[in-house]
């Protein structure tokens, strides 16, 4: 029997192009999205999901394991973009964020383990990001809502690992898709002291996603890590500067690598 794959987010972007290249792997796949019926034309199956809504999560799941039996692969996709100057972004939007990109993953894996648990089997893959691994400016709150996924994913992977489940963070770095569209802009305020370098910060920011990387990229290595017997706990996907940038953050001096990633972003 081919295998069973829930892709949050499933809709558009990454999402979707992993959903398409994994159909014509033939695997089965379930996308999610919170208005389905918003996209009659998609290549796979639709379930309604909301990730800050615990019942619609605990109803997803059950409907896709109604559907196809079992559940083999989890792809936590769903997450939203946000921006601006941490003193101005309202507290209600950053907690927004984390119900979001950390709350909601966390809530799908616990709806999805005692599935796995049953069948002894199953992968869970957290899409999280290279801002992940560092505080970037103007984009802190998303830095710190996928950094904590990336932690406690690594947590989480230790404690069911008896049961036969894996699971494995994969952070994209800048990729073409309308990512950009759906963030939270906290706004550029007339008379915010952050004003130029803000604005400054948002045009290079939609410059890197308008010159991303083919989304399909992410497709071929989510194949590549369901076919993989023991995945590893983080894989990074983006050009060599986005990956190298990690890299340099474990080498080298503190203020070192944050003086570079200020001149980086001209501030």
């Keep these: 029997m081919s295998k069973v794959v ?26 999610t999205s919170r208005n389905p019926e918003n996209y009659p034309d998609s290549s796979f ?24 039996g079992k559940l083999d692969v989890l792809i936590n ?16 939007e950053i907690k927004r964020n984390f119900e979001t990109n950390f709350f909601g993953p966390i809530n799908v894996i616990k709806a999805a383990l005692p599935q796995m648990r049953k069948q002894n089997s199953g992968l869970i893959i957290n899409i999280t990001s290279i801002a992940g691994y560092m505080g970037l400016p103007y ?23 008896g049961f036969n489940i894996n699971i494995t963070n994969v952070a994209p770095g800048d990729f073409a898709t ?14 915010s002291p952050y004003k130029q370098v803000y604005q400054n910060t948002l045009n ?29 706990v983080h894989y990074k ?12 953050k474990r080498i080298l001096p503190d203020r070192v690598y944050e003086k570079m990633l200020m001149n980086h972003y001209k501030l």
Excluded: W
């Design 77 to 92: 996709n769903a997450g939203a973009g946000i921006t601006g100057p941490i003193e101005e972004i309202p507290e209600t």
């Design 204 to 232: 290079l920011m939609d410059e890197h996603v308008d010159s991303g990387s083919d989304p399909n990229i992410m497709a071929k290595v989510i194949h590549k890590i369901i076919e993989t017997k023991n995945p590893k």
């Design 6 to 31: 829930l892709i949050t987010g499933g809709s558009s972007g990454i999402g979707k192009s992993i959903g398409e290249f994994l159909t014509t792997k033939g695997f089965q796949v379930y996308g």
């Design 45 to 68: 199956p639709l379930v309604a999901l909301d990730v800050t809504d615990v019942n619609s999560i605990q109803s997803c799941i059950a409907q896709v394991i109604s559907d196809a």
């Design 237 to 248: 996907v983006g050009v060599f500067m986005q990956k190298f940038s990690i890299v340099l």
């Design 139 to 161: 984009r802190g709150v998303y830095s710190a809502s996928k950094g904590a996924l990336e932690l406690i994913t690594e947590a989480f992977r230790m404690e069911v690992k």
């Design 178 to 191: 309308n990512i950009a569209a759906g963030r939270y802009h906290a706004p550029v305020l007339e008379n």
